[in-house]
Structure formats: C-alpha cells, structure tokens
C-alpha cells in the first residue's frame, strides 16, 4: 500500500493543527458561522439534520487492517459505534461533535487518513475499480494512477476553487466496475495495437439533476503524458465552464453546450501549449509509486476445484456464497471476496465497530492485510487462498458478514437520504430495508440473478439511481415523499442512464412495483438474460404494467 | 420562500454538539414537548429573537421557525422533514408510518 512521504505527513499535521484553532475560534466567536462553514466543509464535516457529519476520504478504495481498526476505535469513542461507507468509497461518521472534531483528524492523520477534498468544489477523493491490483480481467493496476492524481490535485492552487466538484475514476480492467462514465472524468488503461499501456479518457460525466454519460475524448493517451493532459482538461473546464448557475457548473454541461469536437479541441491545443516535460511526472517518481502497489509475497498455489466443489456440495450456505461473493483472482489459488454490507433489514453501506474489527482481523489472517471498499457499499477482502475460503466464510457469518448476496436484489445502493441528510427531499434507508425484506429468500433472490437497485433520497443522485438495473429517486410531491421508479440504468461497459417508468409512488406500494417489474422481468426473460439484457431486448413498455396499481 | 403560517416553533441546532435544539420557556431544550409554541407572526419574531441571542453567543446555530400544528398529543410540525428532526432520529425507523403517530 502507498506510505505518506514527509510532505504529506506534514501537510495533513498542518491542516489538524490549522482546524483545532479554527474550532477553537469559532468556539470563542471569532469566527461567524458563515466564516468558519467552508472552513469545516474543506476538512469534510457537515451539518446535518440531526447532527454534525465527517466524511472521511479512502483513496481508490484501499484501506490496511491498521487503518480499519483506527476507523473502528475512531467509531466507538467518537461516533455511535457504526459508521456508513458510501458510493464514492467514502466513511460517513453520522454523530461526530464539533468540539472533538480535531481530535478525530488526529486520529484520523495517525493513520493516514483525513476528510480534506470530500467536499466543496475542488478534486474529490480519486475513485477505482475494487478489484484493482487482484482482478483476473485487468490490463494493469490502477491505484498508481489514482495516487498519483490524489498528489496532483491534492490541494493544488489552481483547481481549489473550481466552478463545481469534480470527480475522477480510474480503473484497469476489462469489465468497468468503477462507472467511469459516470464522472468528470474517467480514465481507462488501455493496450494500444503496438501492445503499449496508456489511458482512454472521457469526459463530462455526471449524475444529479442533469445525468450524462462522459465522452470519448481520447483513445490513447501515453502513460507519461497524464498530469500535462489532466492539467489541460482542468484549465479548459476553470476557464469555460460556467460559474453563474451551480446547476450548469459542472463540466458535463460545458460538454453538452460547447460539444464533444470543439471541448476535445480547446483541450488538444491546451495540452500541446503547456509545458509538458515541466508538468509530466517524472517516470521515477511514477516507479517510486509502483513499488508501493507491487503484488504481496502470493504462495505458488494451484487452483481448488474439487476442494471447492465438495465444500459447496455440503454447504448450501457456502455454495451461495461462492456463487455471489466469490470472484476470479489474478494468482491461481486465490480469490477475490465481497463481504455485504447489506444484511436483510439492515441500512445499506453501514458498519459496526466490532464488524470493522473482525474484517481487519479477517484481513490478516485470510490475506496480506488489506481491504477494499467498494462504490457498491461493501468491502473485499482481495487475497483470500482458495483453501480458506470455508473458513473464512464460517467466520464471516459469526460476525454477521456472511449474507450471499453481492450484486442480487438485495445488495441495494442507498445513499443516507432523510434519516440523515440535510438535501434530501425523501428517506431512502427504509425503502432498502422494504425492498430487502421483500425478496429475503436466497433462493428468490438467486432465481432473479444480477440486479442492482440504487436509491437516492434528492435530485442529487449520491445513490446513484440513475445507473440502476431499477433506480428509485425519493422526491417530495404533495407534502409528502413520493418515489419515482426508472428502468434500465448501468453502471458498467454499456453504461446507460435509467429511464423514468412512470409517475411517483407513495413509499408504502414501491416494494409491489418492484415485484411487479421483477415478475415481468422473469416471465420475459431468456435463458441467462440478466435484468438489464432483458429490458433492453424486451423493451421499456414491457414494464409499464408495474406502476399501474399504485398511482401516487 | 413561501410565506410562513403560524404556529411555529424555533428550531436550532447545537453549535458545539451538532443535536437539535428548540426555544423552550426556560430557556433551550432538547425536549420537543418543552418547545414554546408561538401562534402569531409577532411571538414567533420574539422566539427568534431570543434564539438570536443564544446564536450570538456561539451557543447554537442555524436558528428557523418551524411551522407546527397543536393537537391533544403535542405539536406535530407540518412537513414532514421537520417531523423527522423534531422527534428525533429513529422514531421514524418503521417504515412510512407517520412520525410520532
Ligand atoms: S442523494 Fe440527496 S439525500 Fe442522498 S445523500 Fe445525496 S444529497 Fe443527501
């Protein structure tokens, strides 16, 4: 994993040391509300509905067993003993206090970690595959790429006060699991036809209440020439877009009002303008970052089959879970495991102390001590030996970890919404729990396959709905919540936005509509037809039936 | 804005804590029932002014009034955001039954 060097250490001692006085200032009134409010914002603390709220920022999802266990002491004395992991593989502290706020960056710093960039409108927290580093489908491994971004931008003087917030993804594998599409940016590792390893970049992607997909903006870009052409997007954006309307301030706007050409242009000229070999990284420094990411010391194993075969066939339990949460690993002998946070009736994306403890345990002892947090809301453990993966999974479920569903119907994407924050227009947390409950039956939930249902509680999509399989967006109509249900949302290669099946619903009739869309989708579908396959084949009308019964 | 209908609360969010608080006749309070209710634009102009005062001296923060209507059981505020942050976190956990009903 990547260490801190002595710039950053001393960089996020500082910003502790700045904030402590700052609190103390605001404390004493030397500093309004208004004054002090952009000040917490740029250290990642929020005035909620019912309280303050840290968000803590996991760079490309990867997170060590110590960090994990400060997470979790950070959680019990700190906190209500459970923190929230969200879609931008962020930690959401839902009852942290003001007055020991300093005390928690410093705990935080200890580790490694801050809240600094997860808010306000600059470079947040740099994304990635989940799987990167470990992933059987994957050209090379990302995370390099997204720390050395996290370096770029990470309070850099010119993209601080940028017209919005801007968010970058960047994954290396075949299968996009990180939805680059749906960000500022999105960067790709690619293999050219002369077998050379560079970036594809899109740009102008963007959810909220304007959803688009980003634009192919390059097909190949050299790997030495990222920052110098990141830098050139950055400068078109800070000098195009627009800063009059917050609505039309992100660079998906810009984009969609300038055009693909003309914004792929403007950042052309700009890249051949800049200095490149000042701005470049030097490919030292790059190697340097590299190392950090080199694989562990795997054991030279063979694959399991029969081993696994047998555990499945006397473990119906196992069996499910091995078909759900087990994926492909790079190194023979090993595997790749989702651990849900998603139990039945539960609030999707939260942890427990004593769970975040146990999996930095697991971590140790079924891997090389690391963990990965997905935009999905879980976590993975990435190098688990095949042979182990019984125990691990007996292990799990004594820890209440162990639910078989990673990417079914109940491992549903919900952003905090009303229980918690202070934009939503609706709750999403029950919705889940319903939805969940619904279709507890593993047998069900295994007989409808691969199906992702996110839900946002406001227009602003953290809980990206409108990448959903079934997206739901909680609004307010009439004085009271009402859920609007789109079809046919993907987050992945085919990436598309979901479309709107029809008029609101009252909370209470939303899990007979998604009964209703998955009975249809069931008695429509192919053979091995997921979800989404088949509402493209059968079409958006096939569902319209659904919402029928329930008008809002 | 739409225009304010009365009776209202005020409610207010602790500065140094981050939990809800509310104008109440001795003082604030983390208690909804102790919340004073004000029934005309100029009591509810009072209330604020005096959470004013607790604002100026860094005690709270973000001080509005709250629209609420009177019944046998206690105020019950009008919309339902403001349901969720009166009564509390949680005591909306079953699902879309109404808040404290
Ligand atoms: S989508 Fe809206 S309600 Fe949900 S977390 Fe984001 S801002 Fe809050």
Same mark, same amino acid.
């Given at each position: 994993?990547?260490?801190?060097?002595?710039?950053?250490?001393?960089?996020?001692?500082?910003?502790?040391?700045?904030?402590?006085?700052?609190?103390?200032?605001?404390?004493?009134?030397?500093?309004?509300?208004?004054?002090?409010?952009?000040?917490?914002?740029?250290?990642?603390?929020?005035?909620?509905?019912?309280?303050?709220?840290?968000?803590?920022?996991?760079?490309?999802?990867?997170?060590?067993?110590?960090?994990?266990?400060?997470?979790?002491?950070?959680?019990?004395?700190?906190?209500?003993?459970?923190?929230?992991?969200?879609?931008?593989?962020?930690?959401?502290?839902?009852?942290?206090?003001?007055?020991?706020?300093?005390?928690?960056?410093?705990?935080?710093?200890?580790?490694?970690?801050?809240?600094?960039?997860?808010?306000?409108?600059?470079?947040?927290?740099?994304?990635? &595959?989940?799987?990167?580093?470990?992933?059987?489908?994957?050209?090379?491994?990302?995370?390099?790429?997204?720390?050395?971004?996290?370096?770029? =931008?990470?309070?850099?003087?010119?993209?601080?006060?940028?017209? @919005?917030?801007?968010?970058?993804?960047?994954?290396?594998?075949?299968?996009?699991?990180?939805?680059?599409?749906?960000?500022?940016?999105?960067?790709?590792?690619?293999?050219?036809?002369?077998?050379?390893?560079?970036?594809?970049?899109?740009?102008?992607?963007?959810?909220? @209440?304007?959803?688009?997909?980003?634009?192919?903006?390059?097909?190949?870009?050299?790997?030495?020439?990222?920052?110098?052409?990141?830098?050139?997007?950055?400068?078109?954006?800070?000098?195009?877009? @627009?800063?009059?309307?917050?609505?039309?301030?992100?660079?998906?706007?810009?984009?969609?009002?300038?055009?693909?050409?003309?914004?792929?242009?403007?950042?052309?000229?700009?890249?051949?303008?800049?200095?490149?070999?000042?701005?470049?990284?030097?490919?030292?420094?790059?190697?340097?970052?590299?190392?950090?990411?080199?694989?562990?010391?795997?054991?030279?194993?063979?694959?399991?089959?029969?081993?696994?075969?047998?555990?499945?066939?006397?473990?119906?339990?196992?069996?499910?879970?091995?078909?759900?949460?087990?994926?492909?690993?790079?190194?023979?002998?090993?595997?790749?495991?989702?651990? =849900?946070?998603?139990?039945?009736?539960?609030?999707?994306?939260?942890?427990?102390?004593?769970?975040?403890?146990?999996?930095?345990?697991?971590?140790?002892?079924?891997?090389?001590?690391?963990?990965?947090?997905?935009?999905?809301?879980?976590?993975?453990?990435?190098?688990?030996?095949?042979?182990?993966?019984?125990?691990?999974?007996?292990?799990?479920?004594?820890?209440?970890?162990?639910?078989?569903?990673?990417?079914?119907?109940?491992?549903?994407?919900?952003?905090?919404?009303?229980?918690?924050? =202070?934009?939503?227009?609706? @709750?999403?947390?029950?919705?889940?729990?319903?939805?969940?409950?619904?279709?507890?039956?593993?047998?069900?939930?295994?007989?409808?396959?691969?199906?992702?249902?996110?839900?946002?509680?406001?227009?602003?999509?953290?809980?990206?709905?409108?990448?959903?399989?079934?997206?739901?967006?909680?609004?307010?109509?009439?004085?009271?919540? =009402?859920?609007?249900?789109?079809?046919?949302?993907?987050?992945?290669?085919?990436?598309?936005?979901?479309?709107?099946?029809?008029?609101?619903?009252?909370?209470?009739?939303?899990? &007979?509509?998604?009964?209703?869309?998955?009975?249809?989708?069931?008695?429509?579908?192919?053979?091995?037809?997921?979800?989404?396959?088949?509402?493209?084949?059968?079409?958006?009308?096939?569902?319209?039936?659904?919402?029928?019964?329930?008008?809002? | 804005?739409? !225009?304010? !209908?009365?009776?209202?609360?005020?409610?207010? *969010? #602790?500065?140094?804590?981050?939990?809800?608080?509310?104008?109440?006749? *001795?003082?604030? %309070?983390? #208690?909804?029932?102790?919340?004073?209710?004000?029934? %005309?634009?100029?009591?509810?102009?009072?209330?604020?002014?005096? +959470?004013?005062? $607790?604002?100026?001296?860094?005690?709270?923060?973000? +001080?509005?009034?709250?629209?609420?209507? *009177?019944?046998?059981?206690?105020?019950?505020?009008?919309?339902?955001?403001?349901?969720?942050?009166?009564?509390?976190?949680?005591? *909306? #956990?079953?699902?879309? %039954? $109404?808040?404290?009903?």
């Amino acid at each position: 994993m990547y260490r801190y060097d002595e710039f950053d250490h001393a960089f996020v001692q500082t910003r502790v040391a700045q904030f402590r006085e700052q609190v103390e200032a605001r404390l004493a009134g030397q500093l309004t509300e208004e004054e002090f409010r952009p000040l917490r914002l740029m250290n990642g603390l929020y005035l909620q509905l019912h309280a303050y709220m840290l968000r803590i920022a996991i760079p490309y999802g990867t997170l060590s067993a110590r960090q994990m266990r400060q997470l979790a002491f950070i959680t019990d004395r700190f906190d209500r003993g459970s923190a929230h992991f969200t879609t931008r593989q962020n930690l959401q502290l839902n009852w942290p206090k003001l007055i020991e706020t300093p005390d928690i960056l410093a705990a935080l710093a200890e580790v490694e970690m801050h809240g600094i960039q997860t808010s306000g409108n600059c470079i947040r927290n740099v994304t990635s &595959d989940q799987y990167a580093g470990v992933a059987a489908d994957e050209i090379e491994d990302p995370r390099p790429t997204g720390e050395l971004i996290r370096q770029w =931008s990470t309070d850099h003087p010119e993209f601080s006060f940028l017209p @919005r917030k801007f968010k970058i993804a960047v994954t290396g594998a075949a299968m996009d699991r990180a939805a680059v599409a749906a960000h500022d940016i999105g960067i790709r590792v690619v293999r050219n036809d002369a077998g050379e390893v560079g970036y594809r970049i899109y740009v102008g992607g963007g959810l909220g @209440r304007t959803p688009m997909l980003a634009r192919l903006v390059r097909e190949f870009l050299p790997k030495d020439d990222l920052i110098a052409y990141l830098e050139a997007i950055m400068r078109v954006y800070n000098l195009f877009g @627009r800063r009059d309307n917050k609505y039309k301030a992100r660079v998906k706007i810009l984009m969609h009002e300038a055009g693909t050409e003309t914004v792929k242009r403007m950042v052309e000229e700009e890249f051949a303008r800049l200095p490149r070999a000042a701005i470049n990284v030097d490919p030292a420094e790059l190697a340097r970052i590299e190392a950090y990411f080199a694989p562990p010391a795997y054991e030279a194993l063979g694959d399991e089959p029969a081993l696994l075969a047998a555990a499945r066939q006397a473990d119906a339990g196992f069996d499910a879970f091995a078909r759900a949460n087990v994926v492909a690993h790079k190194q023979p002998g090993y595997a790749i495991v989702n651990i =849900s946070l998603k139990p039945i009736g539960g609030a999707p994306g939260d942890a427990t102390s004593a769970q975040m403890r146990a999996v930095a345990d697991l971590s140790e002892r079924y891997g090389f001590g690391e963990i990965r947090v997905t935009h999905a809301q879980n976590l993975v453990l990435p190098d688990v030996r095949q042979r182990d993966l019984p125990a691990l999974y007996r292990e799990l479920l004594a820890a209440g970890l162990g639910d078989a569903n990673a990417g079914l119907i109940t491992d549903i994407i919900a952003c905090p919404g009303m229980d918690y924050c =202070s934009l939503a227009t609706a @709750r999403s947390i029950p919705i889940a729990k319903a939805i969940a409950q619904r279709f507890a039956n593993p047998a069900r939930q295994q007989l409808i396959g691969e199906l992702g249902i996110k839900i946002s509680g406001c227009i602003n999509a953290c809980g990206h709905h409108h990448l959903g399989g079934i997206g739901i967006l909680g609004l307010e109509k009439g004085g009271e919540e =009402s859920y609007q249900i789109t079809l046919g949302g993907d987050p992945g290669n085919d990436a598309a936005i979901g479309k709107l099946l029809g008029p609101g619903l009252a909370g209470d009739d939303v899990p &007979d509509a998604i009964e209703r869309i998955v009975d249809l989708y069931l008695a429509g579908r192919e053979a091995g037809e997921t979800f989404v396959a088949a509402y493209r084949r059968l079409g958006h009308d096939h569902f319209k039936g659904a919402l029928n019964a329930d008008r809002h | 804005m739409s !225009k304010i !209908k009365y009776p209202v609360i005020v409610v207010a *969010q #602790d500065l140094r804590e981050g939990h809800v608080v509310f104008v109440g006749s *001795q003082g604030l %309070t983390r #208690d909804w029932r102790e919340a004073v209710v004000a029934a %005309t634009p100029e009591a509810g102009e009072a209330l604020l002014a005096r +959470a004013r005062i $607790d604002e100026a001296a860094n005690s709270i923060v973000g +001080a509005e009034l709250v629209e609420v209507e *009177q019944r046998a059981e206690g105020i019950r505020p009008i919309h339902y955001r403001e349901r969720f942050r009166v009564y509390g976190f949680g005591r *909306q #956990d079953s699902a879309f %039954t $109404d808040a404290a009903e």
